[in-house]
């Protein structure tokens, strides 16, 4: 019998033809008339039904096209693996990315040497100098194919913005998660330097200010005074303070405190440290001296710079010519006789000595001398009114005269400090404050107070060489009563520390010397010591308003009346 080759179900869910070859067994066959249709169609009418249907086979195009489509795929992450990143295409930046992409380009066409315009992974590599050997040089294909930028040609901004655009290091303004690599912040970098440098430069210039301005002008600071002067001192500052009076004086130190102690707290600058304490020297109530406040002082009072004297300096070179010339000195210590060593034949100009301009000119935080109005009240007389005495003082600092050889033509006596303090005379006592927190340091507070004791010493001095000119010129010797050498007193502060000091002068050799003594110091956050202040201070303006007073206008006095009785005998 022949074999017949019928249709298997399989086939039918296979997509294919199977070949037989021996003998199958015998299974129905059910006829059905052929219709005219596709050879599909005919195979599926053999198909015996079921339950869940196959799915849909897809057609052979979809096929070819999906397998296509991976293995481009595929081709393109094995060509990925060795292209360089920075020649695979970029993904979508970030706004905040992108931001920084613009600030990158602009900062790249902004750098010299002739980088403008050309990507870091254009530039050429940096050579390495030291090579490593080659077991250590072993890097994967994507190390060795990057091109990391150059550091000579950026600066250190735009790495760092390149940096985050090649995602080395995150942006914390565009993502919360936490960095790879912290960078402290550029602006409380340069705020603690740039607070270093500052508090360096200052102390540096004070010190400098100290050992060559200062002692240009011969102001020793942290000097002894002579005993006499030392004896003077005392009197005025030790003074009894009866138990009422100090009572008084604590009330004051209390309030001190509370309000240095709110600005300590607040960090206050060194206006708001001055406030409390020109408040508490108003509350001593001595009357008959004046308080100004930032007032500037007069140039021609701050102190003429000393002339060291000249011991043969043309006798010491020669000297010292003979000896290098001498063929048997050291070979270390000869030099050869030219025209550019002699300093007969030098064009260098010798070293000029400083100008009188070389201290600053004072400008006190708080001056405390005598009024003004007071003053011509005591010097007014039985036979001298008012208005007399106020055209005496004008006439003495109208009247002009040279107080040093070959010195500038100064007041005869101008016993006002500066312009914009006329109603304080004879100035006794200043305050130079710093704040706590600011970088300056009390060292410059005492730099500055010695030069205006200078200033106010020199008027005390003039006026002195008024009496004694008269005295001499009238051939008369004066007695005064209320004599005591020239002082000066001065509050230096940085915060709530407060310092006292007191200076003076003495003649040397045809020149003046100032100096100038520590004499205790108080943290006035601590009330007994404000209180030991407070009783300082009340000391030195009872003196100013008592016996210095009286002194000034003795002399004044004196002056007045020799004078005026010298010019009603030769009339």
């Not at 790495?159 to 080395?168: A, H, S, Y």
Request: one cysteine or more; charged letters at 25%.
């Amino acid at each position: 019998m022949p074999l017949t080759r019928r249709p298997n179900p399989a086939s039918v869910q296979n997509n294919g033809r199977q070949s037989t070859t021996g003998p199958r067994p015998k299974t129905p066959v059910v006829k059905s008339p052929r219709s005219t249709g596709t050879r599909r169609s005919a195979r599926l009418q053999y198909a015996q039904p079921s339950l869940t249907p196959a799915p849909a086979p897809q057609p052979a195009r979809s096929k070819r096209k999906r397998l296509h489509e991976d293995s481009e795929a595929q081709a393109e992450t094995d060509a990925s693996r060795r292209v360089c990143p920075s020649k695979q295409p970029l993904r979508p930046l970030r706004p905040e990315h992108k931001r920084i992409k613009e600030n990158l380009q602009r900062g790249l066409d902004a750098e010299p040497n002739g980088s403008a315009g050309v990507h870091p992974c254009k530039q050429p590599r940096e050579p390495h100098p030291d090579p490593k050997p080659p077991e250590e040089n072993v890097q994967t294909d994507l190390e060795a194919e990057e091109l990391p930028p150059s550091k000579d040609q950026l600066s250190e901004k735009n790495l760092r913005l390149l940096r985050i655009l090649n995602g080395e290091e995150m942006d914390s303004a565009g993502n919360n998660a936490p960095t790879l690599s912290r960078t402290p912040s550029r602006r409380s970098m340069v705020t603690s330097e740039a607070g270093t440098e500052t508090t360096r430069r200052t102390s540096h210039s004070a010190l400098v200010y100290r050992q060559t301005n200062l002692k240009d002008v011969r102001i020793r600071i942290h000097a002894e005074p002579p005993d006499h002067i030392q004896a003077a001192i005392d009197r005025i500052v030790t003074a009894e303070v009866s138990q009422e009076r100090r009572s008084e004086l604590r009330v004051i130190a209390q309030e001190l405190r509370n309000r240095l102690f709110y600005f300590v707290r607040a960090e206050a600058n060194e206006e708001n440290f001055i406030k409390p304490l020109d408040n508490a020297i108003e509350a001593l109530r001595l009357r008959s001296l004046g308080v100004i406040s930032k007032g500037d002082w007069r140039v021609d009072l701050k102190p003429v710079v000393y002339k060291p004297r000249n011991y043969g300096h043309d006798i010491m070179h020669r000297s010292q010519q003979r000896e290098v010339d001498d063929v048997s000195a050291p070979l270390g210590e000869r030099r050869q006789h030219t025209p550019a060593n002699d300093p007969q034949s030098s064009s260098i100009p010798p070293c000029l000595p400083p100008p009188r301009t070389s201290v600053k000119t004072p400008r006190p935080d708080i001056s405390i001398g005598i009024e003004f109005t007071a003053l011509i009240s005591s010097l007014a007389a039985e036979n001298l009114t008012e208005e007399q005495v106020s055209e005496f003082l004008d006439w003495l600092q109208e009247e002009m005269v040279q107080h040093e050889p070959n010195g500038p033509l100064e007041s005869l006596l101008n016993p006002v400090p500066g312009p914009r303090t006329l109603n304080l005379a004879f100035p006794f006592f200043v305050v130079e404050g710093k704040a706590y927190s600011t970088g300056q340091q009390i060292y410059e507070a005492e730099n500055q107070a010695s030069v205006s004791a200078a200033c106010g010493l020199k008027i005390q001095l003039d006026l002195e060489s008024l009496v004694n000119s008269v005295a001499t010129k009238c051939d008369l010797s004066p007695t005064m009563s209320n004599t005591g050498p020239p002082l000066f007193f001065a509050i230096c502060t940085q915060g709530p520390i407060h310092e006292l000091w007191a200076h003076w002068t003495v003649a040397d050799v045809g020149s003046r010397k100032f100096g100038s003594k520590l004499l205790d110091s108080w943290n006035v956050l601590l009330l007994d010591r404000g209180q030991d202040l407070m009783i300082a201070l009340n000391n030195i303006g009872t003196w100013g308003a008592g016996s210095f007073m009286e002194s000034i206008v003795e002399h004044l006095r004196f002056v007045e009346k020799t004078m005026r009785s010298w010019n009603e005998s030769h009339v």
